[in-house]
């Protein structure tokens, strides 16, 4: 396994030099190889797959309402852990792949489709669950595009990167099944997703311009 040092390096090589000295990076990227260490034999599709199916199972407890809202919090929370955790064991263990890449990037995408359908089952309009989806998807997208025109670099890290949508999610539903007692949910989840479109908005401008400066002809 490789030294948090080397894993940091290793994964800012594989996310197109990406800075990782940003303390909310810095800190998720950590938490990750400290989990992933122990974990080391586990074979990374392993942990891909099983958060996908832990952002998948958040619906459940949404749909449910109430106090059950803390559980889809803490279910978007592990998810999101264990879709750093999978790609800490690749890269830390040499054993990263273009194809585990993709397959990662997909699975993201997908649990992050899982936390807007999480937020409109638990009372968020629909049209601002789709907006979040939306602004969840696009910035990855435009990098996506981006790196098609032959762009390498990742570009700067906006304020609505991985690490900040599935806290904003989580944190969100954890917040409206605490306060469900006072029948505040549907208001918590609905100013939670309003925030985090708004954040995910704010997030593609700043990718729009470092994208705009690299693809300058």
């Known amino acids: 396994m490789l030294s948090r040092d080397e894993y940091l390096a290793a994964w800012s090589r594989w996310h197109g030099g990406a800075d990782t000295s940003r303390p909310l990076v810095r800190g998720w990227l950590t938490g990750a190889w ?14 891909t797959a099983f958060g996908l199916l832990v952002a998948a199972a958040a619906l459940g407890p949404a749909v449910a309402g109430g106090r059950w809202l803390i559980a889809a919090g803490l279910l978007v929370g592990a998810s999101g852990l264990l879709d750093s955790l999978d790609g800490a064991i690749a890269i830390g263990t040499g054993r990263a792949s273009r194809r585990g890449f993709v397959l990662d990037s997909v699975v993201d995408r997908l649990s992050e489709a899982a936390y807007a359908g999480a937020l ?24 996506a595009r981006a790196g098609q025109a032959g762009v390498e670099e990742t570009g700067a890290l906006s304020v ?21 007692a006072t029948g505040a949910e549907e208001l918590v989840v609905t100013a939670g997703a309003g925030v985090g479109a708004a954040l995910g908005l704010v997030g593609v401008v700043q990718l729009g311009f470092s994208l705009r400066r690299m693809l300058a002809d």
Not at 121 to 140: I, S
């Open 34 to 47: 400290v989990l992933a260490r122990p974990l080391a034999g586990l074979p990374p599709f392993a942990a």
């Open 120 to 143: 409109w089952a638990a009372g968020a309009p629909g049209w601002l669950a789709v907006a979040f989806g939306a602004f969840c998807w696009l910035p990855d997208y435009l990098r």
């Open 160 to 180: 609505w990167e991985r690490p900040s949508r599935v806290a904003m999610a989580g944190m969100t539903l954890g917040g409206a099944g605490v306060l469900a």
